[in-house]
């Protein structure tokens, strides 16, 4: 028995375009999202936005008071 999972074509996305090209200079494949968009980056390199960015979120969090 195959099992579907629907997943919705208009999914928002938790990252704004400007803080994932401000990542992507950061870490140093800005250069390959330019000429390839997102599609051609390495999963690594993927990963390590996503690590980033949760980093980045934990920190703000532990600012509040």
Do not use: C, H
């Not at 494949?29 to 997102?38: H, I, L, Q, S």
């Amino acid at each position: 028995m195959r099992r579907f999972t629907y997943v919705s074509r208009r999914r928002r996305s938790v990252m704004s375009e400007e803080f994932k090209y401000e990542l992507a200079k950061d870490l140093g494949f800005y250069e390959t999202v330019e000429r390839e968009g997102w599609g051609g980056i390495r999963s690594k390199d993927a990963g390590n936005m996503v690590k980033r960015a949760l980093q980045i979120a934990e920190q703000s969090i532990k600012r509040r008071p």
